[in-house]
C-alpha cells in the first residue's frame, strides 16, 4: 500500500500592478498545475508573503511606489524566504536592470512580452532547485543531528559535549562568567549488567539519561552521555551552587526511578554519584581543567558512599585514590 501523502501544488505569487498580466500569469500557470495568488505593488507582495510562504515569486520590476528591486530586496529580509526563488519579470534588458535584478537577489529574470514557453520552463526548474536544496539541508541537518547523538540514549555523544565545552568554556572566559560541569556516574553499574544482562543494563541506561535531561531545564544546558554509565551536564552560566541543586534533582530522579539493583552497595535501587566544579574560565585557558576538577568531585562522591553529589573541593582532592580502588 503507497502510504505517501500527495504533494500540494506549489504556490506562485505573481506580482504586477497590471491586472491583464496577472491574468495572464493566474491563467498559464493555473493550466500548468500550479496555485497562483496575487499582489498588486510591492507592499501588498510583502504582506502576502509573510501571510502565505509561496514556494516562488514573479515579481514585475516596474511598479509605482515601490518597484520590483526594492520590493525583491525586502522579501530577502522576511523570515521563511531563504528558499523562495525570485523570478524577475522586465521589459528592460539592458545590462544595468540586469545586473541590478540579481544584486538584489532574484535568482533569474524574463523580458516582457513574456515569452510562455521559457517562462515555464524556468518557473518548472526554479522550484525543483528550490525543493532540492531544502531536502539536501534537511538531510544534512540530521546527519549533523546523528553524529553527534548516543544511538542508545539519544542525548548528546562524547563528541557534542567536547565541542559545547570548548564553545562554552571560550564564551565564558570572553564574557568572565561561571560554568558548570556535573559529570555522574550509575553506582555499580558493573554488578548491574552482571546481574540483570546487558539489555537492562542498556534499558537502565535510558532511563538514568531521561531522568537526567527531564531534571534540566535551560535550552542552554546540555546532557551528554560521556562514555559508559557516564554523563555529564555543561551548565553556562551557572556558578556552584546552582550546580549543586541541579545535581542533588539529577540525584533524587534517578533515586525515584526505583529500578531495582539487588547488589547495590549504596540502595536497593539503581543511583548515581555526582561531581559538580564551578570555573570562570581564564583567556587562553583550557576546558580540560573543569573536566578534571568535576571527576575529582565525582571521586569524592563516590568515596564518600555514593548515591550523593559533592562539589570539588581542594581539600580533600589531597587524599588521592584510585579508580579501581573505590569500584564502579
Request: aromatic letters at 6%; glycine letters at 4%; charged letters at 25%.
Amino acid at each position: 500500500m503507497n502510504t505517501n501523502v500527495p504533494q500540494e501544488p506549489s504556490l506562485i505569487l505573481i506580482v504586477d500592478d497590471e491586472p491583464f498580466i496577472r491574468a495572464q500569469l493566474r491563467l498559464s500557470l493555473q493550466y500548468e498545475g500550479y496555485r497562483t495568488v496575487e499582489a498588486q505593488d510591492g507592499r501588498e507582495a510583502l504582506s502576502v508573503f509573510h501571510q502565505l510562504q509561496p514556494d516562488i515569486v514573479l515579481l514585475d520590476a516596474m511598479m509605482p511606489d515601490m518597484d520590483g528591486f526594492e520590493c525583491c530586496t525586502r522579501l530577502q529580509l522576511l523570515d521563511h524566504s531563504k528558499h523562495t526563488p525570485v523570478l524577475m519579470i522586465t521589459g528592460l534588458e539592458d545590462k544595468e536592470s540586469v545586473d541590478r535584478a540579481f544584486e538584489v537577489g532574484a535568482i533569474d529574470y524574463v523580458t516582457k512580452p513574456i515569452h510562455w514557453p521559457v517562462l515555464r520552463q524556468r518557473v518548472k526548474r526554479l522550484i525543483q532547485q528550490s525543493h532540492l536544496q531544502q531536502r539536501l539541508e534537511a538531510a544534512n541537518r540530521e546527519l549533523k543531528r546523528l553524529v553527534t547523538i548516543d544511538e542508545l540514549t539519544q542525548i548528546a555523544n562524547r563528541r557534542r559535549f567536547e565541542e559545547y565545552c570548548s564553545q562554552e568554556w571560550q564564551c565564558m572566559a570572553r564574557e568572565q562568567l561561571s560554568l558548570s560541569l556535573i559529570l555522574c556516574d550509575v553506582d555499580f553499574f558493573k554488578a548491574y549488567n552482571d546481574t540483570y544482562g546487558h539489555r537492562a543494563g542498556d534499558r537502565c541506561l535510558q532511563l538514568v539519561a531521561k531522568a537526567i535531561q527531564d531534571s534540566v531545564k535551560r535550552p542552554a544546558d546540555l546532557v551528554a552521555r560521556y562514555g559508559g554509565e557516564e554523563f555529564a551536564v555543561i551548565l553556562p552560566r551557572t556558578d556552584v551552587e546552582g550546580a549543586v541543586h541541579i545535581a542533588e534533582a539529577i540525584c533524587q530522579s534517578v533515586r525515584m526511578l526505583g529500578v531495582p539493583h539487588s547488589h547495590s552497595q549504596a540502595n536497593i535501587c539503581v543511583t548515581i554519584s555526582a561531581g559538580v566544579a564551578s570555573i570562570t574560565p581564564q583567556p587562553n585557558s583550557d576546558f580540560q581543567e573543569i573536566i578534571d576538577e568535576a571527576d575529582r568531585a565525582l571521586y569524592q562522591a563516590k568515596i564518600a558512599g555514593r548515591d550523593r553529589c559533592q562539589k570539588y573541593s581542594k581539600l580533600l582532592s589531597s587524599t588521592t585514590f584510585l579508580w579501581k580502588e573505590v569500584g564502579k
